[in-house]
């Protein structure tokens, strides 16, 4: 019990020294454009398809779902209102941060943890290359900016596909389905979903780099070390998602 | 007087101690080789030598500078007099032969032409006995072939030193010999001061200037190869009788 308990607090002093190190990477040259752009492409670009297709899926579902609920009460219009904003403030967020764990986050702290027990980060330490500047800061970059880009799509897919099953689907009428959800859904409702996008995209990029950074006893420590990472950011999230959502509504 | 000053070394990583006041003198121009046991700290050692870790207790001289109270900046400076052979080459994986060589000339030399240095790696390349294979990807390479790619890229930005750690471990022997003789050949034609940590007793006498044996996290026994060869410890006797009697097998 002892035992666990120290290392539990020396992994979060481990976690506090290594996030302090990768908040002062962002402000220190040089700044590395390149693998910016590479993380860009590889966390953003990459994972349309899959955030696109996950996110269709999640409206069509919600909507047959929601009106199939409101139909006896006549109520079938309101389920553009009830997907868009529950898309925009909840859902596109969570759906796009645990896709992009999933795909992203767990190759983020396999590629690393790799790198580690290979002697690819001591190889630049020995360069006098700061591996936490290297790795992380393009990735938590990259991160800051995609998730809420993605979740941003997310939100017009997901509308879309709700629209498509009511109205294609479920013979809701299209102009009434339309006006109410305009009417109602308002720019500070996605802008709330981005924001919490972005935190959710720094505490994945900063966990997953974390465990993959310290990740040993070769390729069972790195497997151990993806899984660590997909769950704990997985948790995170959801945590930050609550407390968020308590601070808006708030 | 030596390149390098290790005097009275202490480390420990909780309660287990590594290096209990190891102290060694490394000549400039020579090369010499660290052997002993598995777990002696042979590379906790060379992690000390360019400033990667730092001692509990004891101090480190490079020339006139002392590498153990040496900042940021000034270990910088230090590293770049260093060149670095890992065991396993530690190739980037996500970069090929070419970019791996050119990444310390970037990153440590400031060299932005990539005609420059595109230059430099193949010059390296050929140096090495590999030429053409810049495109190749290092999952490519057999493992002589990435040791070699690995001491090119540790040698690029002529270094003053260069630290081989166990650079024919895995290798069949033949290979082996090829990267034993590529050491000396970094030491005689490119004049590098050499550190080499390795288990091959045999080659180590053959190449070395200087051995010296770590045990329990000091140097026991330490000279030339024939001074150590007439060495009186008892487990340098069993290391040397073990490694030669293998041989006249």
């Known amino acids: 019990m002892q035992v666990a308990i120290i290392t539990t607090l020396e992994q979060f002093g481990a976690f506090f020294l290594f996030w302090m190190s990768s908040l002062r990477s962002v402000f220190r040259r040089p700044f590395r454009g390149r693998h910016l752009l590479e993380q860009l492409e590889r966390i953003g670009v990459e994972s349309v398809p899959i955030i696109g297709l996950s996110s269709l899926a999640i409206g069509m579902i919600f909507s047959l779902q929601m009106v199939q609920l409101l139909q006896p009460f006549r109520a079938e219009v309101a389920v553009g209102t009830a997907v868009a904003v529950t898309l ?37 330490e020995t360069m006098s290359v700061d591996p936490i500047q290297f790795l992380t800061t393009p990735r938590v970059m990259a991160c800051i900016v995609m998730f809420p880009m993605l979740t941003l799509m997310a939100n017009v897919v997901g509308v879309f596909g709700a629209w498509v099953i009511a109205v294609g689907v479920m013979d809701v009428e299209s102009a009434t389905y339309l006006e109410q959800m305009f009417r109602v859904l308002s720019a500070g409702d996605i802008l709330q979903g981005m924001v919490k996008a972005a935190v959710m995209g720094y505490l994945t990029a900063i966990i997953c780099t974390f465990y993959g950074y310290y990740a040993e006893n070769g390729a069972q420590g790195v497997g151990e070390a993806s899984t660590r990472a997909v769950v704990t950011s997985s948790v995170a999230i959801l945590i930050a998602d609550y407390v968020m959502a308590m601070a808006f509504w708030g | 007087m030596s390149m390098i000053r290790v005097e009275d070394v202490y480390k420990a990583f909780g309660e287990i101690e590594i290096l209990r006041g190891l102290s060694l003198n490394i000549e400039e121009g020579e090369i010499t080789t660290i052997i002993g046991q598995s777990g002696t700290g042979k590379s906790v050692f060379f992690k000390h030598l ?11 001289w490079f020339h006139d500078t002392e590498v153990t109270a040496a900042d940021n900046d000034t270990l910088v400076e230090i590293r770049k007099h260093f060149g670095y052979a890992f065991q396993g080459a530690a190739l980037f994986d996500s970069m090929n032969v070419a970019e791996n060589i050119a990444f310390p000339l ?70 082996g010999e090829t ?63 073990n490694s030669f009697n293998e041989l006249e097998v």
């Open chain 1, 88 to 124: 925009a403030r909840e859902l596109a967020p969570i759906i796009t941060a645990l896709m992009l764990i999933g795909k992203n986050g767990s190759a983020m702290a396999a590629e690393i943890g790799t790198m580690r027990v290979t002697e690819q980060i001591d190889a630049m």
């Open chain 2, 50 to 60: 360019i400033g990667i870790l730092k001692p509990d207790t004891g101090k480190i």
């Open chain 2, 106 to 175: 970037r990153e440590v030399l400031g060299i932005t032409d990539k005609k420059d240095a595109a230059r430099r790696v193949s010059e390296m390349l050929d140096w090495i006995g590999l030429p053409g294979i810049e495109n190749k990807r290092p999952a490519e390479l057999s493992g002589g072939m990435r040791k070699r790619v690995g001491v090119a890229r540790a040698l690029v930005t002529k270094p003053d030193v260069l630290l081989f750690d166990e650079p024919t471990t895995g290798l069949d022997p033949v290979l």
């Open chain 2, 179 to 241: 990267i034993n003789d590529l050491v000396v050949r970094v030491n005689k034609e490119l004049e590098l001061t050499c550190v080499v940590i390795t288990h091959d007793i045999q080659a180590s006498f053959r190449i070395s200037d200087k051995i010296a044996f770590l045990h329990e996290g000091v140097v026991a026994v330490e000279g030339s190869p024939k001074e150590v060869a007439r060495s009186t410890h008892p487990l340098v006797k069993k290391f040397i009788e």
